[in-house]
């Protein structure tokens, strides 16, 4: 059984890792837990 990721699944990795890097650093998340909402409409 083959367990690693395409090529295709590679680049969807890169590309969501450097959206939360960008629009949601931990403390960010941190952040936004604290208030009523829970998450940042913005990005949602």
């Excluded at 931990?26 to 837990?33: C, F, G, N, Q, W």
Aim: net charge negative.
């Amino acid at each position: 059984m083959n367990f690693t990721f395409s090529e295709e699944q590679d680049e969807l990795r890169r590309t969501i890792r450097r959206f939360l890097d960008d629009k949601s650093p931990s403390t960010e998340v941190r952040r936004l837990m604290e208030t009523p909402d829970g998450y940042d409409e913005a990005v949602w």
